[in-house]
């Protein structure tokens, strides 16, 4: 059964460093979608992904984030100089429609 | 202002009977989706069942159902013969115009043998 995989599944990185996060969305999905969920609380929405372009972002999704998808399979996440609130679950999700939703298994964010 | 209030953080049940987790919403536009998703201790997102807001019949996917109540805005998920690994956060989640979704705070269940 086709999934959605996320690379890498734990990151560790600096204050101040960049972070690409990777997704690999199910192959005929239209719609991504980054969340991210700080240790113990709920899951936030980032920001969605439809027709090559972003759709929506969250207040969260400020000047610091961006999200690619470079090459029609990977979908990318960018957070440039990382802060410590920063350290979260990060889940990539994607859906053929919108009345479904698909999560990887997420990659784990630790800023030191 | 909270879109999506789950007022239960933690709920018990006993295995094989039914458990209800409640959720309500807050939204003024005409054209909305409710999902709810399950969590393990392992932490994926497990998709289990859509509601739109122009359904007429409550979604039902296996032992999963949504009592979907427009005009009092609920949307609580009912787990019938409820199983050990049914033990999980659930998160009730809105779709909005616009692609965007929000979350409520979770609902931790047990369920006891």
């Known amino acids: 059964e086709p999934e959605v995989t996320q690379t890498p599944s734990h990151q560790v990185t600096q204050m101040g460093q960049e972070v690409i996060l990777r997704c690999v969305p199910i192959?005929?999905?239209?719609?991504f979608y980054w969340y991210r969920q700080i240790l113990g609380q709920k899951v936030e929405f980032l920001v969605s992904f439809y027709n090559n372009e972003i759709s929506e972002k969250s207040e969260i999704f400020d000047d610091q984030f961006s999200v690619e998808r470079p090459d029609g399979s990977n979908f990318t996440l960018k957070i440039r100089s990382t802060k410590l609130e920063d350290s979260a679950m990060y889940f990539c999700?994607?859906?053929?429609?919108?009345?479904?939703?698909?999560f990887g298994p997420g990659t784990r964010l630790t800023v030191l | 202002a909270q879109k999506i209030t789950q007022t239960q953080p933690g709920m018990f049940v006993q295995e094989k009977e039914a458990v209800t987790l409640d959720c309500t919403y807050d939204?003024?536009?005409?054209?909305?989706?409710l999902f709810w998703y399950k969590q393990p201790s392992s932490g994926e997102m497990i998709f289990l069942i859509y509601?739109?807001?122009?359904?007429?019949q409550n979604a039902t996917e296996g032992r999963y159902s949504l009592n979907f109540q427009k005009a009092r805005k609920s949307a609580n998920l009912v787990i019938s013969a409820s199983q050990l690994g049914d033990s999980a956060m659930y998160f009730c989640?809105?779709?909005?115009?616009?692609?965007?979704?929000?979350f409520g705070t979770g609902t931790s269940l047990t369920v006891i043998p």
């Open positions: 192959s005929n999905h239209l719609y």
């Open positions: 999700a994607s859906s053929e429609r919108r009345n479904e939703q698909f």
């Open positions: 509601q739109g807001s122009y359904d007429e």
């Open positions: 939204t003024s536009d005409q054209s909305y989706g």
């Open positions: 989640a809105m779709l909005k115009t616009g692609n965007q979704f929000y």
